[in-house]
């Protein structure tokens, strides 16, 4: 069964802090996807990256960077020169294949940016 | 592109009374998806369709939850009799499938937050 653990339930950190929201996995598929979303307090569930598991690079989108280390079963976030506007909870989700399996999600990691 | 659309957003309901959430997706999107998510949890997956064939609904509670996507466009959820662990937002997704675009990614709705009293 794939099975998603986010450790950190709240951070709190101070505008313009570095920040990384951990992510480990469990699934016995040979090929499966790595997601992270993105809920603001208003609710909707915002697609912020997919991954491949045979793509274990790096991949940075302008704050916005995630590490993929297939060896600890990992996916994490880090959000650079943290902004109020990045307060949300932030999901890890696996999926088997998109479009046709649906998300396991993990319990979700709130975020919380101070001024 | 429009977005995933549901409606409504919010609904109070007293336990043993009965409840319809509707969901329109994304033009061209084939699959639909159901989640609940319960206050402090990830989202869980009730039921998947795809057009109007059921795919999954190995955790959709039977006895109280139905599901149907007539037409393989709008889909509705409805729990009958509600119980107070029904309280929970219910969020609607669709994507393509892998074939149909590059892009096949989950879009989600807005929800529709739930409360039983």
């Known amino acids: ?115 | 592109e429009a977005g995933v659309a549901q409606s409504p957003r919010y609904k109070i309901i007293e336990k043993r009374q009965s409840v319809a959430f509707w969901c329109n997706p994304i033009s061209g999107h084939a699959t639909l998806y159901w989640y609940q998510q319960i206050l402090g949890q990830g989202p869980k997956l009730l039921i998947q369709f795809q057009n109007n064939g059921v795919v999954d609904d190995s955790q959709l509670p039977k006895d109280r939850f139905s599901a149907e996507r007539l037409k393989g466009v709008d889909s509705t959820l409805k729990i009958q009799p509600a119980k107070l662990e029904d309280s929970a937002v219910y969020l609607c997704a669709s994507s393509r499938v892998p074939g149909a675009g590059e892009d096949y990614e989950q879009y989600f709705g807005p929800g529709t937050r739930l409360t039983v009293t």
Do not use: H, M
């Open chain 1, 1 to 115: 069964a794939q099975k998603v653990t986010q450790a950190q339930t709240e951070i709190s950190v101070v505008e313009k802090e570095d920040v990384t929201l951990d992510c480990v996995y469990e699934t016995r598929d040979t090929t499966y996807y790595l997601f992270w979303y993105k809920q603001p307090p208003s609710g909707e569930l915002v697609f912020l990256i997919r991954r491949n598991s045979f793509d274990e690079q790096n991949e940075i989108s302008g704050r916005y960077s995630w590490n993929f280390q297939k060896s600890t079963s990992s996916f994490n976030f880090t959000i650079t020169a943290s902004q109020v506007v990045d307060s949300a909870v932030y999901f890890c989700a696996l999926s088997e294949v998109p479009g046709n399996t649906p998300l396991v999600f993990g319990k979700g990691t709130r975020l919380s940016v101070i001024a």
